[in-house]
């Protein structure tokens, strides 16, 4: 009877022991575990199913190319006096500017187009010597005024030929240096907009043909991608710019824009 009782206790020990909370903890980690497994598989089974549903595709570059000319020019020219008060140098220049826009009125160039900028002031000095050719200091030597005039006009030709007739100043006593004509084309944000189009209807063109000559027909579109636009001088060799080239030394003008676009294969 003692033994009975000795082992019953012992039963109960045991199973006490085999329910301390570090077991059950350890039950419900593994559990964790198995869901973290399963909820795994699932998903790397997704992944692998959708990586091989995927349908093949076809990659084209469209392009669209356009000559236009120019319908704005600027063009400027820097003129300058010199004397040794500075009172003296800006009445020479205001005589300067005076004779400058009066020759550009008379070429007809409109008030409103014709631009004077600040007086730019600079002080002279010349470099002293001694008998043995040792520079020895500086003294002033009078002031540099200049000036620059631009215009801006929609008179595109009228401009070009009035900036190789400039010289003629020269005869009136003004040494005016001519600066080379810079030509732009206000219309260009609706010209980007037409290029897109055609640069994407060719594209599509492209892609159809190399599917119909495959047997096969062009799907949904994947991709667009629009490239840069270049702007270069018609019929020049210039190279194009990652950032995209802007010619402005050229009055006529060839604009190019590439899209490449990505569709299924059905």
Known sequence: MKRTKIAFREYIQTKHTMETPNNRNTAAGALIIGICVIVTAIILGGAWKKTHDTHDTISVTGLAQEDFTSDLITWSGDFSQRAMSLKEAYALLKRDADIVRSYLKGKGVKEAEIVFSAVNINKQFKTLYNDKGESVGSEFDGYLLGQTVTIESHEVDKIEKLAREVTEL??????????????????????????????????????????????????????ATMGIFQITAQNSSEDYSWGGAYNTSSKRKSASITVKLEFEID
């Open 170 to 223: 020269i005869d009136s006593g003004v040494e005016l240096s001519s600066g080379s004509p810079e030509y732009f084309y206000t219309k260009l944000a609706d010209l980007k907009i037409k290029m897109l189009a055609n640069a994407t209807k060719d594209a599509r063109t492209r892609a159809e043909n190399i599917a119909d000559n495959a047997g096969s027909d062009i799907g949904n579109l994947r991709k």
